[in-house]
């Protein structure tokens, strides 16, 4: 079992706090929402910390001006952070599906959206199965319309680093 949190800044170092978790192989059950200090407050970026001790692989859904976008694999290491979109997030909910590649198990959620086992770029969240994908439930992550979002992967029984 897996907990999300979620952490944003933004240059003026606004920050919300709240709380939802997930745990793999089960549907959104919470996510911490904590704020972190940034190196580079200016920097703006949709980022993905894991925090466990195992390698996860991570699909990203958001709407763009022209709909729903589906992409993956992030291939995130354990202990390792990647940067899923750079630059200021222009949305304010993502979607997130996630796979345990060592222990098994999923982060997952109710809003369902298209996936391949490869790398991907899909457009639209309709008849996925139709259209020989696969179809996934993602969670929802709500930035509160921050600039700058990261999303960090941590076991249940590793403290959470104290927020400044």
């Known amino acids: 079992m897996s ?5 944003s800044s933004s240059v003026s170092g606004a920050c919300r706090t709240g709380t939802r978790s997930l745990s793999p192989g089960r549907v ?3 996510v911490v929402l904590a704020c972190l200090a940034w190196t580079n407050p200016a920097r703006a970026d949709l980022r993905m910390c894991n925090q466990t001790a195992s390698k996860v692989g991570i699909a990203l859904g958001y709407r763009d001006p022209q709909g729903w976008v589906t992409e993956g694999w992030w291939d995130v290491a354990p202990k390792a952070c990647e940067t899923l979109l750079k630059g200021a997030l ?3 909910f993502y979607y997130v599906f996630a ?3 060592t ?7 109710r809003s369902l959206m298209c996936t391949k086992d490869r790398e ?13 994908l696969d179809r996934n439930g993602f969670y ?6 921050q600039k700058s ?9 590793q403290p959470l680093a104290p927020t400044p």
């Open 3 to 7: 907990t999300i949190v979620a952490s």
């Open 28 to 30: 959104l059950a919470g």
């Open 90 to 92: 222009s949305a304010r």
């Open 99 to 101: 796979v345990d590649y």
């Open 103 to 109: 222990r098994g198990g999923e982060w997952n959620g």
């Open 120 to 132: 991907f770029t899909i457009r639209g969240v309709e008849d996925c199965l139709a259209r020989g």
């Open 140 to 145: 929802e992550v709500d930035t509160g319309e």
């Open 149 to 157: 979002w990261t999303i960090q992967l941590s076991d249940p029984n």
